[in-house]
């Protein structure tokens, strides 16, 4: 071998070993240029690919108040529910949450000047297939008696419907045996109200009286209209004054509890409930019938205007009818803070009823407007209304329906704050008010606080 043919070999290998040792390096750029294109080609396709939905839905959440619901939408809206109840949503759902709960135990507590003190525990258990049962029961340490009641309830019937917004259609069947203590005139009853007032100061004049029977009742439901009917087989007992107690001391003119009048009864029961205006007025009719000398007729009216965003115009309407030698528990009245809040519980009364309802809140935070310092979630909506209305009895020889004189008639107007804080259900107000009488005899300016809804005399 030529020496010229080994130095060509030796070049040879020289090229060799550094196309070698290039190749790596060749074949990490081609990976590389690979990668980029993939990664361009794929941004493009992510440019022209439609946004995530899950963004999209939760951005649609976030301003589903404002867009959605439109002009429906006002500044009352503070816990992002009113709108949807405004516009047909149910203020019941937690019916049909129950119907699915687990054992659930909730204390059960009160204070009556016909009880004192009372105590008890009530449970709960649902499943859809079986049902909802529930007991209850108290007992009070003042007139010494226990308190219960037992229910059960079924949809023995339903259908989802494929809107958001509409109600299940159902029929529901509720039964129940209790021995429970009832407040006279329930459509304007305050519980919670009537219990403190009674306890811090024991001149709540609340009525009440002892009902022990079973019930038994069907609802139906398709979308805004509700239809229940039922049959009630019970007794009425009177409770006198068991206690004079207050929390401190003793209030030794605490009123006395107006007798009821005992009775066994067997009745008819029925109601039809329906909304109107996309949820923003509501009708309602309920009845009993047990025999011509115990029977009893309500119809209320209620509808809501929502003007320039920011106020809210609420109208009531409600009228009673019940049989002129009825029981005294069964008859309509005119005082506390949801019917003319300027006289008290028992203060006019009778087995006639008309009252009509007036009020205009404001939409404005009153607490951020003047620049108090306040927890974010403590809202009051600042209002001023007006209520009127009149009991009277039927005269002899009369019509079911003869017109109340002039001095039956009862009125009261003053300023409120309105909170809506979403619990314990969506449509819940708390609602503080004073009132100042209007006209004879109309009761005496009065402050008082009120648990309600902003149609409170139907829901």
């Known amino acids: 071998m030529s020496a010229g043919d080994g130095s060509r070999r030796a070049r040879r290998l020289v090229r060799l070993a550094a196309m070698a040792r290039l190749a790596p390096l060749a074949r990490i750029s081609l990976v590389a240029l690979l990668m980029s294109l993939a990664g361009s080609s794929q941004a493009q396709v992510q440019v022209q690919a439609r946004p995530d939905p899950l963004r999209d839905f939760l951005r649609g959440m976030a301003d589903s108040t404002n867009v959605y619901f439109g002009e429906v939408s006002t500044a009352f809206d503070t816990t992002g529910v009113d709108s949807l109840l405004r516009a047909g949503g ?17 204390p059960v507590r009160g204070f009556h000047r016909a009880e004192g003190h009372s105590l008890g525990l009530k449970a709960s258990y649902g499943r859809a297939a079986l049902g909802r049962l529930t007991a209850q029961g108290s007992y009070g340490f003042a007139n010494r008696e226990g308190r219960y009641r037992f229910g059960y309830t079924r949809n023995l019937w339903s259908r989802v419907p494929e809107g958001a917004l509409e109600d299940p259609s159902r029929l529901i069947l509720d039964l129940a045996y209790a021995r429970e203590t009832l407040p006279f005139a329930p459509e304007h009853a305050q519980g919670l109200v009537s219990s403190t007032a009674a306890l811090l100061r024991g001149r709540d004049r609340q009525s009440v009286y002892e009902s022990r029977g079973a019930e038994a009742r069907l609802t139906y439901q398709r979308g805004a209209l509700r239809l229940a009917a039922g049959y009630r087989d019970a007794k009425d007992s009177a409770m006198p004054l068991a206690t004079r107690k207050i929390l401190l001391g003793v209030n030794r003119t605490a009123p006395e509890v107006i007798a009821a009048r005992g009775q066994n009864y067997r009745e008819g029961l029925a109601a039809i409930r329906t909304r109107l205006f996309a ?44 049989a002129r030698l009825g029981p005294v528990q069964d008859r309509f009245e005119l005082g506390g803070p949801l019917a003319v809040p300027s006289l008290g519980f028992g203060d006019a009364a009778g087995d006639r009823l008309l009252l009509g309802k007036a009020e205009l809140v404001s939409g404005i935070d009153l607490l951020r407007t003047l620049r ?13 209304f007006a209520h009127g209305g009149a009991t009277w009895s039927r005269g002899d020889g009369s019509g079911e329906w003869n017109a109340p004189v002039s001095s039956d008639w009862r009125g009261a107007a003053g300023l409120s704050l309105v909170h809506v804080p979403g619990f314990p259900t969506p449509a819940t107000l708390v609602r503080l008010q004073v009132a100042r009488p209007i006209g004879r005899e109309s009761g005496v300016t009065r402050f008082s606080a009120a648990f309600s809804r902003w149609f409170d005399l139907l829901d």
């Open 372 to 384: 108090l310092p306040h927890p974010s979630f403590v809202v009051l909506h600042p209002g001023i």
């Open 90 to 106: 149910n203020p019941d759902l937690e019916k049909d949450r129950s119907l699915e709960s687990p054992l659930r135990f909730s």
């Open 279 to 322: 949820g923003r007025a509501r009708v309602g009719l309920d009845g009993r019938f047990s025999h011509r000398e115990r029977w009893r007729v309500r119809g209320a009216f209620a509808q809501r205007v929502t003007l320039r965003s920011a106020l809210d115009a609420h109208l009531q309407f409600e009228g009673g009818l019940s």
